[in-house]
């Protein structure tokens, strides 16, 4: 595997939304979300993760996503491309884009839908890593792609692919976690995907965040990894649970409905717009989440 600087793909790195106007990518709010996690203390941002909707976006809107990205941060903060897709030669397309776009590391999604024997995931992740050198991660959300990667699977995947580094990790499997680390090393990258585990998969050594939350509050979620990671447990095991009913709140519908919604009533972006099937929250999640914004001290209108 190949190795990595001590302070590379560590961190909170951000799933952005995508925000639109009037149906299309609003590139320029974009490029202010990427400026706002490098001003308030991001550790990098993830282009094209489950938050953005990248099921609704084109190939050339998604490759265009992470130009933006690339060129705001400017070497100043981690860039991440999710360029997966169920197809094959859609995966291949947003991959090599993203290499020469020069982005710091690739997170391909298990192929969804297909169902695909463990065999098929160690061959197309091979013939993927075949495509650069970039540091590839896989995204396992097996809740969304109907697939799961076995720790064996991850295993012979990194004796093909030697720039195979880690993964994202969307499951509350937490035994899946350990047996990995165990397996591959404390070096390699785990990734925490689902906000309400990210003070105890940190805890067992994953090496940060990939939270829809850091959408609303970059600089909190950046604080509770910085704090677990020095070994002040007491310190980030207060910040997890400062955090956790904005934690919980990225659930009560499907993500990023709520987060976008919120996202707009603190003015990070200026429209709340999905594209279908994705549809706005609901009045009376719209009350819930006005309610969790007052209570947590974001919304004092």
Not at 106 to 130: D, F, K, M, N
Not at 202 to 224: E, I, K, Q
């Amino acid at each position: 595997m190949t190795t990595l600087a001590a302070d590379a793909l560590r961190g909170s790195i951000t799933p952005l939304i995508t925000p639109f106007r009037n149906g299309e990518v609003d590139y320029d709010t974009y490029a202010a979300l990427v400026e706002r996690h490098v001003a308030e203390g991001g550790h990098g941002v993830l282009v094209n993760g489950t938050s953005a909707e990248p099921s609704t976006l084109t190939v050339d809107e998604r490759n265009r996503l992470v130009r933006v990205a690339v060129e705001v941060a400017k070497g100043r903060t981690q860039i991440v491309a999710a360029t997966g897709s169920q197809s094959f030669a859609e995966t291949a397309a947003l991959t090599d884009f993203a290499a020469k776009a020069d982005v710091d590391a690739l997170l391909i999604v298990t192929p969804y839908y297909i169902r695909p024997p463990q065999r098929g995931l160690v061959e197309y992740y091979a013939a993927l890593g075949s495509r650069s050198d970039i540091p590839l991660m896989i995204y396992h959300i097996p809740v969304r792609t109907a697939v799961n990667v076995e720790p064996q699977t991850l295993v012979e995947i990194s004796e093909r692919v030697p720039h195979f580094v880690g993964m994202k990790h969307a499951s509350t499997d937490l035994a899946f976690v350990s047996d990995c680390l165990a397996r591959l090393g404390p070096d390699f990258r785990i990734f925490v995907g689902l906000e309400e585990l990210s003070f105890p998969m940190l805890a067992l050594g994953a090496c940060g965040l990939m939270n829809a939350v850091g959408n609303l509050v970059p600089g909190p979620v950046a604080r509770l990894y910085e704090t677990t990671a020095a070994g002040d447990l007491d310190t980030g095991r207060r910040a997890h649970y400062e955090l956790l009913e904005l934690n919980r709140a990225v659930f009560w519908d499907t993500n990023p409905i709520p987060i976008k919604y919120m996202a707009k009533r603190l003015g990070i972006i200026p429209r709340n717009e999905h594209r279908l099937p994705m549809v706005p929250a609901t009045p009376e999640l719209e009350r819930r989440l006005d309610a969790l914004l007052r209570s947590t001290g974001l919304l004092r209108d």
